[in-house]
């Protein structure tokens, strides 16, 4: 059994406290957020407080706020093995005097959208060996797929994030606007785009590209180019360029 | 019953035929192929050729072959129902002096990969209503999506599939490469990958999105701007200023 106290009441710190609920090798000791209305409604289910002196005591506190709170906020929990939940603040940016750890869940959360922990990946980190494998069970008892991250390859993990999720969904944004323009139904596009995601899981993007860029074929780039308004010929111009240029590598 | 030619042996033929040949409302006439050698396995099930004089009658022609070979092809066919498969050729390309179509169904095809044509959207054009009922007909016999998608519209339908698959799928190598530099395994981010791009078929890809950019977090930005390679660079600028600019709208 493995006790928790939970620190945040945004959209981590929600979708981890009721799946933690919901198992049974796990504790939620207590709830601490700053403004206790926020965690109102986990009063019959566990204990919640305002008051960051009066914290339970447990195996890990979990300090799922927001990434420029954790320093200030961890400082106020000495002699405790506390971890975070992001993706980009390092392990050592904790400043609680005890054990220190990362407990990072690879997916993007809002409170609206329910979440299956099972297909998300926890990307753990801490200082001992045996803090590392407390994490794992814990991650564990709601997850399956478990890696181990340090803070360095966290930080890059991030950065790919960004491409791969905000900058593929840009790429969306610029479909659906030339869709628009057009008085196409952007619906159209979606079995493609589903393919285009799913694909990857069998062979590498690399070998996946297909298309004008990689073709080179420059016709259909200078068509292409003029039915684009500046800023999408702009980004047009860039990402063919990428394409090409990796495949001279 | 529409009975059918198909001229092509690539991979768009080779589904299209595999497809017609199972459904029972179609009869496969006859395939056409410049080399015969390609066409061989269906040598039992229907009649081959490489005689394009030497055609049988059938209600549609449909011609999957090369994009820059569809005129000059199209041109042997004369006082047939010519349809082309193109997503980037108009259908007055079309060289034959009787009736013109389209039959574009999007999606990437690959010889090697099954193909379920009842995900597949079909964008169908034809010179009468007559024609287009009878390729929406056809359709019909193996898929469920059908719409109504002038040369026009096509021609942006195929510049925003670009995007949202070419580029989205470059997004998805520059994250590998990032991976790969810092010896994080890339299949991490395949659950975001699965949710980024299942998440816009609920929500506009506009309102999907979040990140640093969006939120001009320019801390972050600062970040991830050192850890990348020149070229990564310029494509995290320039998408970043995007989506800003976006924003702005
Ligand atoms: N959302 C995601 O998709 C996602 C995914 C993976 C990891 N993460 C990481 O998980 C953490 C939380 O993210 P989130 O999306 O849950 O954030 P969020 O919904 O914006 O919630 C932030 C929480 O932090 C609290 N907070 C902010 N400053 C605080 C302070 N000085 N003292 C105490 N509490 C403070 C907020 O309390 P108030 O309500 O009182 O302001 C709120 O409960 C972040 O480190 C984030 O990087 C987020
Ligand atoms: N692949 C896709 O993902 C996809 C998706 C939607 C639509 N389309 C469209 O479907 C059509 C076919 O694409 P594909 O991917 O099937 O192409 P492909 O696999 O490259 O095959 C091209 C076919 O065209 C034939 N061909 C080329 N020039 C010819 C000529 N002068 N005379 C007779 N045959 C000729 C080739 O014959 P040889 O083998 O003898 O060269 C081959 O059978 C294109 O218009 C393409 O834009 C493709």
Do not use: W
């Amino acid at each position: 059994m493995i006790s928790v106290v939970i620190l945040g009441s945004g959209n981590v710190a929600y979708h981890l406290t009721k799946a933690f609920l919901n198992t049974e090798n796990v504790i939620v000791k207590q709830l601490y957020a700053r403004s206790v209305a926020q965690i109102q409604e986990f009063q019959h289910t566990t204990s919640i407080t305002d008051d960051i002196s009066l914290l339970a005591t447990a195996d890990v506190y979990i300090l799922a706020i927001s990434d420029n709170a954790i320093s200030e906020v961890s400082s106020h929990l000495q002699n405790k093995f506390v971890v975070h939940t992001s993706g980009s603040v390092t392990m050592n940016s904790l400043q609680n005097s005890g054990r220190k750890g990362v407990f990072y869940p690879l997916q993007s959360f809002s409170k609206s959208k329910q979440v299956n922990f099972n297909t998300i990946p926890f990307c753990l980190e801490a200082e001992t060996t045996k803090d590392y494998q407390l994490l794992e069970r814990l991650a564990k008892t709601i997850g399956s797929k478990i890696f181990s991250i340090n803070s360095l390859q966290r930080s890059k993990l991030h950065v790919a994030a960004v491409f791969v999720n905000n900058f593929v969904n840009h790429m969306y944004t610029i479909g659906n606007d030339i869709c628009d323009t057009y008085d196409v139904p952007f619906e159209v596009l979606l079995p493609l785009i589903e393919e285009t995601s799913a694909k990857i899981s069998a062979i590498s993007p690399k070998d996946a590209q297909t298309g004008p860029a990689k073709r080179n074929d420059t016709e259909t780039i200078s068509k292409h180019l003029e039915m684009l308004n500046e800023s999408q010929k702009e980004v047009y111009k860039l990402i063919t360029k990428s394409i090409q240029n990796g495949e001279k590598l």
